[in-house]
């Protein structure tokens, strides 16, 4: 994982000799960015990590996919604004009614100097007060308009936020599992967070000013080539060198606020992925290490911020330069222009007022184009997430399953590998008759929790097809198939909520006495009824309430009560203690009655419930057929038996 500048690296612990580190005053390690003495940090979780892991398909750092990533941002962003086109339309009437009134008032400045105080001076106070009258109406336009336009442009704006969060989390929410086993939660949580954060602040509080900015620029620009062409002409002489600084500051801010957001990006992935495993960081001491890790990335987001309020530092107060410059070229060969005659008192003091709202503008730009470029990179990385295709993808014409199917499984010339050049299952056959109990063993890496995927397509095959009742995986809906196969692993996981909620969570329409029901089949009732609150009893966050065998049981109930055709369990009894385990293979009798089930257990106590047992070694069966047959055959699966005997005595 790499940061703005390259592979970030944290201090490596000092094993024996050497001088000590330096100390700050509380004995920890001093303040700052870490020393670098060779620990690369995309080792900092304890893997070497492929340096685009965290980044969607979209985000490979090239130029082109830059260009392309620019191209898809644009497009999400008229995707969400076409909806309120025709809002967005009084919103532009409302911004031009504004600036036409905001910009009437150094003209009518103009007109009561030079048509005003001349009548007044004979007695006749009618013309000064028509324009001190229309200054009125001019200033009373320009808040009625402004306080319309911010009205409706917060509306639209949170409109709009509201639909892009609703996109990124259901988007997230449909993407395969091996997105999400690639691309890590903490990036998540910046998308939906520090990304979406940047757009706020740029809808809640700059667009008005920066749109209000670019309109008084065009505007004035304008109208000073009107009221006097030789002193715009001399305004001109400072175009030149306003390009040449905003083209600079343009490019040079696109690049460094990109590198703001992958930096805060890094700061929220190891603080979600710390505390997250806060068990393992505390149990192994990693405390120390942790926290040095965490200075490297938080200085890499704070070294990033630097240098974009470094180019902010140079392009605001050199637009100032070049205005103050300006007004001063304008005021001493416009004031030489008055004294020959040849410009009215009321248009230079006019031209001055616009010179100035010339500038003016140009410096607010410098302060939210900040917000401009943050958001922009933003919408980037939302773009890249969104334009992520699910490598499991949806069928567009869904086939159903047969009504009087029972869960039949096959497996057809299967070959499939996480990555290509390591296969794990090559050319399977395998046939599962519906309701039968299928156990599958066999070494770590024999491809068992592998099949488990493929039946419950988490992915698809690389050859082949996987198909229940007669038909291919790829071609069920994703609704149908989760109903019709429940996956159950040694790690379920629990929601905040009730036990009543979380057993209820794959049928939400189950009522109490079908929850209730499902937790007797399984042996879980004694246990829920005696927590405080029985079944309304709140599991707290990740269930830590209750114990690893607690929580297997609820998932159990879960399972059961889904009701599905094809039940997998994937060492789903690793973590009960020999009690509970008896207990919950007393009640997978009721479960797997009349249901076809994949069984995957090293402990074989387990595997005694299965009605054909499978020896899987390099992705291939090497044994096939009933525990009983293959525990007197003398193979694989004879030597497992014994040696599972043999550690009972």
Same mark, same amino acid.
Do not use: C
């Given at each position: ?8 690296? #944290? ?23 870490? $020393? ?10 304890? $893997? @070497? ?14 130029? /082109? ?15 969400? +604004? ?38 007044l001076r004979a007695g006749d106070a009618g013309p000064l007060v028509a324009v001190a009258a229309a200054f009125v109406v001019a200033t009373g336009t320009e808040y009625a308009a402004r306080r319309g336009f911010l009205t409706l442009a917060a509306r639209i704006g949170q409109a709009v936020l509201l639909d892009l969060r609703q996109r990124v989390y259901g988007h997230f ?16 949580? &910046? ?9 706020? /602040? ?16 065009? !505007? ?15 305004? +001109? ?7 040449w600084l905003s083209r600079w500051f343009a490019r040079a801010s696109a690049g460094a606020y990109r590198r703001t957001r992958e930096a805060v990006a890094l700061v929220i992935v190891h603080f979600v992925e710390s505390l997250r495993g806060i068990r393992a960081v505390q149990a192994y001491r990693r405390e120390p290490r942790n926290q040095r890790i965490f200075a490297t ?7 990033? !911020? ?7 530092? #140079?392009? &605001? ?10 007004v001063a070229v304008v005021l001493g060969y416009g004031g030489w222009r008055v004294l020959g005659g040849r410009t009215e008192v009321g248009v230079f003091a006019a031209f001055l007022l616009y010179l100035r709202r010339f500038f003016e503008p140009m410096e607010e730009l410098s302060q939210f184009y900040n917000a401009l470029q943050s958001a922009t990179a933003a919408l980037?990385?939302?773009?890249? #997430? ?5 490598? #499991? ?5 869904? *086939? ?12 057809? &010339?299967? !070959?499939?590998?996480?990555?290509? /050049? ?9 046939? =599962? ?45 994703? *609704? ?20 009543? /909620? ?11 006495? @079908?929850?209730?029901?499902? *937790? ?18 709140? =599991? ?6 209750? &114990? ?12 059961? +009560? ?24 007393? @009640? ?51 030597? +497992? ?9």
């Amino acid at each position: 994982m790499s940061g703005a500048g390259g592979p970030l690296r #944290v201090p490596r612990p000092r094993r024996g000799g050497g001088s000590a580190p330096r100390r700050g005053r509380d004995g920890g390690s001093a303040p700052g960015r870490p $020393r670098d003495d060779g620990l690369d940090l995309s080792r900092w979780r304890g $893997r @070497a990590t492929d340096p685009d892991a965290d980044r969607s398909r979209a985000e490979v750092a090239t130029p /082109e996919a830059v260009a392309r990533l620019r191209a898809r941002s644009r497009a999400l962003l008229r995707g969400l +604004l076409r909806p309120h086109r025709r809002r967005l339309g009084w919103a532009v009437a409302l911004l031009l009614l504004q600036n036409a009134a905001a910009m009437a008032g150094p003209y009518l400045v103009m007109l009561g100097i030079d048509r005003g105080i001349g009548p007044l001076r004979a007695g006749d106070a009618g013309p000064l007060v028509a324009v001190a009258a229309a200054f009125v109406v001019a200033t009373g336009t320009e808040y009625a308009a402004r306080r319309g336009f911010l009205t409706l442009a917060a509306r639209i704006g949170q409109a709009v936020l509201l639909d892009l969060r609703q996109r990124v989390y259901g988007h997230f929410l449909r993407l395969d599992v091996g997105f999400h086993e690639r691309y890590t939660s903490g990036r998540m949580v &910046s998308r939906l967070t520090s990304d979406l954060d940047s757009i706020a /602040e740029l809808v809640d509080g700059g667009i008005d000013k920066l749109v209000m900015a670019a309109l008084s620029v065009l !505007s004035v620009a304008g109208i000073l080539l009107w009221l006097d062409l030789p002193l715009a002409a001399a305004t +001109l002489l400072a175009f030149p060198f306003l390009f040449w600084l905003s083209r600079w500051f343009a490019r040079a801010s696109a690049g460094a606020y990109r590198r703001t957001r992958e930096a805060v990006a890094l700061v929220i992935v190891h603080f979600v992925e710390s505390l997250r495993g806060i068990r393992a960081v505390q149990a192994y001491r990693r405390e120390p290490r942790n926290q040095r890790i965490f200075a490297t990335v938080n200085d890499d987001y704070r070294q990033a !911020s630097l240098d974009a309020f470094r180019l902010i530092a #140079v392009y &605001s107060p050199g637009i100032r330069m070049i205005g103050n410059l300006t007004v001063a070229v304008v005021l001493g060969y416009g004031g030489w222009r008055v004294l020959g005659g040849r410009t009215e008192v009321g248009v230079f003091a006019a031209f001055l007022l616009y010179l100035r709202r010339f500038f003016e503008p140009m410096e607010e730009l410098s302060q939210f184009y900040n917000a401009l470029q943050s958001a922009t990179a933003a919408l980037e990385k939302l773009a890249g #997430v969104l334009d992520e295709r699910p490598a #499991v993808a949806e069928p567009e014409r869904p *086939a159903p399953l047969p009504g009087g199917g029972r869960g039949a499984v096959v497996f057809r &010339s299967v !070959s499939f590998g996480y990555r290509a /050049e390591a296969p794990i299952l090559a050319g399977l056959e395998l046939a =599962v008759p519906a309701g039968q109990t299928v156990a599958l063993i066999g070494p770590t890496g024999a491809g068992k929790s592998t099949i488990a995927k493929l039946v419950a397509r988490f992915h698809d095959p690389g050859t082949g097809a996987v198909s229940l009742d007669g038909v291919d995986l790829r071609d069920l809906a994703d *609704a149908e198939l989760r109903r019709a196969v429940v996956l159950v692993t040694q790690e379920n996981h629990l929601f905040s909520g009730s036990v009543a /909620e979380n057993i209820r969570f794959g049928r939400p329409d189950a009522d109490d006495a @079908a929850v209730e029901a499902a *937790a007797r089949a399984i042996g879980a009732h004694d246990f829920i009824a005696a927590l405080p609150d029985g079944y309304a009893t709140d =599991v707290h966050r990740r269930g830590g309430r209750l &114990s690893a065998g607690q929580r297997q049981l609820v998932a159990f109930a879960r399972a059961f +009560l889904a009701d599905p055709r094809v039940l997998i369990l994937d060492e789903a009894t690793s973590s009960l203690d020999v009690p509970t385990e008896r207990l919950v293979q007393r @009640a997978l009798g009721s479960i797997l009655r009349d249901r076809t089930a994949l069984v995957i257990a090293h402990r074989l106590s387990t595997v005694e419930i299965a009605d054909r047992v499978l020896v899987l070694d390099g992705g291939r069966i090497v044994e096939d057929g009933r525990p009983a047959e293959l525990a007197a055959a003398g193979g694989r699966y004879a030597a +497992l038996h014994r040696q599972w005997r043999d550690s009972l005595i």
